[in-house]
């Protein structure tokens, strides 16, 4: 099982990553389109859909350690807020 710091190491390497290619800065003055839209608008749709996948995958296994959330607490699970 991997350490709790190697995986926020790795979830801050994730998210730099999405950070860091949000903005196409290499196609800014490409005029090549592509199935009709411009490559720069295919980048965002890869980019939504790989930045939709990353969060989904990082609110299913780490959400609750790394956001403070005790596991035992909330609305939910048969307490009352």
């Known amino acids: 099982m991997m350490s709790h710091c190697m995986r926020d190491w790795l979830w801050i390497v994730a998210f730099a990553t999405l950070l860091t290619f949000s903005v196409p800065w290499f196609l ?20 939504l859909g790989a930045a ?15 956001m403070g959330v005790d596991d035992g607490v909330g609305v939910g699970r048969g307490e009352k807020p």
Do not use: K, Y
Request: overall charge neutral; cysteine-free.
């Open 52 to 66: 939709a996948a990353v969060f989904a995958l990082f609110t299913r296994t780490d959400w609750d350690r790394m």
């Open 28 to 47: 800014w003055g490409t005029s090549t389109v592509v199935a009709g839209l411009p490559v720069w608008l295919w980048w965002h749709i890869g980019w």
